[in-house]
């Protein structure tokens, strides 16, 4: 039971380049979700998805893109990345209200 | 705007010391639920405590929720070196989840 896994655990892009994090889980949870964390911002909320199929945005969407592949997976898409995208990206899953999340991909944009 | 405030920011203690962290909130929820990042890593649920409910014990995990007073506190006893980590509260009015700035735990061996 691996819980929530992200790929890739590091990425640098430069500024206008594109990428997709991917994000699974294998604990057959519905609700999946992507959040970013900036130094004394905490966790903020980017995209969610609470069935297989659907998805809504969270705090800060903009610039974001996402895909509910399936059950198990989650990904979410910067069409063109700006140095303000630079984070670490967290994907969770949750069931009765817990979340339980991924390592994190930790992203800079120069 | 954010839903949990965590205070202090930072918390620096001897091993063996108690270590208490509050978190204040804005609204009205239903529970309150604090996480433990250990640097670099996701988080990790730690405990729960719904809004009906004043305390909760969890090991070495004492947690506290005043509604009146839109608050709780994290106090983790008899701190180890391995507790060393940053700490968040999570408040779920009832349809987002909101999570604090955290407070950064160090314990010192």
């Known amino acids: 039971n691996a819980g929530v896994t992200q790929t890739p655990k590091f990425q640098v892009l430069k500024t206008g380049q594109s990428m997709t994090l991917q994000c699974a889980q294998d604990m057959n949870h519905n609700s999946m979700y992507w959040y970013r964390q900036d130094p004394g911002m905490g966790l903020r909320l980017i995209y969610y998805?609470?069935?297989?199929?659907?998805?809504d945005k969270g705090e800060v969407p903009n610039g974001y893109n996402v895909s509910r592949l399936n059950k198990r997976e989650f990904s979410l898409r910067l069409e063109s990345a700006a140095p303000s995208q630079t984070s670490v990206y967290f994907c969770?899953?949750?069931?009765?209200?817990?979340?339980?999340f991924g390592p994190g991909t930790r992203l800079t944009v120069t | 705007s954010q839903q949990g405030e965590e205070d202090p920011q930072a918390l620096s203690i001897q091993e063996g010391e108690n270590a208490t962290m509050n978190c204040s909130y804005k609204t009205s929820i239903n529970n309150l639920q604090w996480y433990r990042q250990n640097s670099g890593r996701g988080l990790v649920h730690l405990i729960l405590i719904r809004s009906n409910e004043r305390e909760k014990h969890s090991g070495r995990l004492r947690v506290t929720l005043d509604t009146s007073k839109k608050s709780s506190s994290l106090l983790i006893t008899a701190s180890r070196a391995a507790d060393t980590a940053s700490y968040f509260c999570?408040?779920?009015?009832?349809?987002?989840?909101?999570f604090g700035t955290g407070t950064s735990l160090t314990v010192i061996p």
């Open positions: 998805s609470a069935s297989e199929g659907t998805t």
């Open positions: 969770a899953s949750s069931e009765q209200g817990l979340r339980y």
């Open positions: 999570a408040t779920w009015p009832g349809n987002q989840f909101y």
